[in-house]
């Protein structure tokens, strides 16, 4: 059964830095792998979505890593903001979710002004 | 183009009762799927309808059902509720479905059981 783990669980940073966000799935037997970010009591807003083919994707600040075989992905966020501050979430579809996503627990990120 | 819209957004039931949520896709997406979150369980997948039918589907009881119409707009209900149903649910969108198909999700019914 695949597991989606995220570490860490929260994280905080001063405003500027660059970080890195991890995400790691037992089964390499995916279709593709999804970040998104969630503010406080709201929907998931989508953010970079990587095929299994796709080593990387990237969008404005943000790049997001896949490295199939070893079951991990990174998300980097480049000289990060307050308006950053959220929970990121990955999740990945594979053969033994079928049509789902399977989400981690997510990393809450906390970027200090 | 609109996003995923959700109705209602807020929701007090008292349990025992039964209650219908709704789920509107963004325009020209065929696949819907159903979400639940809570602080402890984190997101659960419900179940997913492409086309009118339901594809795939979750370990949950069969209190929770579903259904979606011919323009693709969605309805699951879940019957006889319980404490534990208290939670965030979410729905989602894509073209095709999760396999190839980035998902969009809507902001969620927060359902609350007394």
């Known amino acids: 059964k695949q597991e989606v783990t995220q570490i860490p669980a929260a994280l905080s940073v001063p405003e500027g830095e660059n970080l890195v966000l991890n995400c790691s799935f037992t089964?390499?037997?995916?279709?593709?792998l999804q970040w998104f970010r969630q503010d406080p009591g709201k929907g998931l807003t989508s953010l970079l979505l990587?095929?299994?083919?796709?080593r990387e994707q990237t969008s404005g600040r943000l790049n997001a890593s896949l490295d199939k075989s070893s079951g991990r992905s990174t998300l980097y966020i480049a000289a990060s903001q307050p308006g950053d501050s959220a929970t990121y979430l990955c999740a990945v579809t594979g053969e033994d979710s079928g049509y789902a996503l399977n989400f981690g627990k997510g990393t809450s990120l906390l970027v200090t002004p | 183009k609109a996003g995923v819209t959700q109705t209602p957004r807020y929701l007090i039931k008292t349990r025992g009762q039964q209650v219908t949520l709704s789920c509107s896709p963004i325009?020209?997406?065929?696949?819907v799927s159903w979400y639940q979150q809570t602080p402890g369980q984190g997101l659960q997948f419900l179940f997913e309808y492409f086309s009118e039918t339901q594809r795939n589907k979750g370990n949950f009881p069969g209190r929770f059902s579903g259904r979606q119409f011919s323009n693709s707009r969605s309805e699951m209900n879940v019957s006889t509720l319980e404490l534990g149903d208290s939670a965030l649910y979410l729905c989602a969108s894509s073209l095709g479905g999760p396999r190839g198909y980035e998902q969009y999700f809507g902001p969620g019914t927060r359902l609350t059981v007394t």
């Open positions: 089964d390499s037997a995916i279709y593709n």
């Open positions: 990587i095929q299994s083919s796709q």
């Open positions: 325009s020209g997406h065929r696949s």
